[in-house]
């Protein structure tokens, strides 16, 4: 089965950092590009930033770019997103989720269970 | 940048029913269109992608159509455990992924 477990989300003050990880499983994890979504309370998806599946290339929504690093440790099957600056806008559940292609982009299948990330002070 | 734009935001519907939810593209994205079905409380997860193709376990009365800039999410028969929040996704465009804003189905 392919899962995908998140970790590292918390509550953190307005421009501290905070990383989150995500482990995947059942999966070749190498072959495959990688995002983040996150959704606000109450508030809609939004694609936050993806990989593709060997980490050569990186994107980013313009809502986090020049804050945020997505990377990946293929030999650890495992995802990151180093957060930095972190506002309040921030705040939100943030889930990991397999792409489709290799490349990107596709769709999103499996999604974690999703972090909470809260930035207040 | 691509906008997606979804409709209706909200919907009220019956077990039984059939209901039409539309996603509109600001240009033509062909057939990369993806939907989600996402419960309170839970991740989404994937309906339909490439606009037409049901995934994997996912009930038949769920069916996408459309290409280029218009795209429709359609359910045939409402059941109990379909009254959710529905999601459509462009996977082209640059930045990619781009979410619509979501259609709540509700009893």
């Known amino acids: 089965e392919v899962q995908l477990l998140e970790s590292g989300g918390g509550l953190v003050h307005p421009g501290g950092s905070l990383t989150l990880s995500c482990e995947g499983s059942?999966?070749?994890?190498?072959?495959?590009?990688m995002s983040w979504v996150r959704q606000a309370p109450g508030k809609g998806l939004e694609w936050v930033s993806a990989?593709?599946?060997?980490?050569?290339?990186?994107f980013y929504a313009d809502s986090v770019k020049g804050r945020f690093t997505i990377s990946r440790d293929n030999s650890k099957n495992t995802l990151s997103l180093q957060m930095n600056n972190l506002r309040a806008e921030d705040t939100a559940i943030y889930y990991c989720?397999?792409?489709?292609?290799?490349?990107?982009?596709?769709?999103?299948?499996?999604w974690g269970q999703g972090t909470q990330v809260t930035v207040s002070s | 940048d691509i906008q997606m734009t979804q409709s209706p935001s909200s919907l009220s519907a019956s077990v039984g029913d059939r209901v039409t939810i539309t996603c509109r593209a600001s240009?033509?994205?062909?057939?990369?269109l993806n939907w989600y079905q996402q419960k309170a409380g839970r991740a989404p997860k994937l309906l339909i992608y490439?606009?037409?193709s049901l995934q994997l376990g996912v009930p038949s009365r769920f069916s996408g159509s459309g290409s280029g800039t218009d795209f429709t999410l359609t359910i045939s028969g409402l059941q109990p455990e379909d009254f959710a929040t529905y999601y459509c996704?462009?996977?082209?465009?640059?930045?990619?992924?781009?979410f619509g804003q979501g259609t709540k189905l509700e009893i």
């Open positions: 996704q462009c996977s082209s465009g640059m930045p990619p992924n781009i």
């Open positions: 240009q033509s994205i062909g057939r990369d």
């Open positions: 989720t397999k792409e489709s292609e290799p490349l990107g982009p596709g769709w999103f299948d499996p």
């Open positions: 990989i593709n599946n060997g980490g050569t290339d990186t």
């Open positions: 490439g606009a037409l």
């Open positions: 059942g999966f070749t994890f190498k072959n495959y590009a």
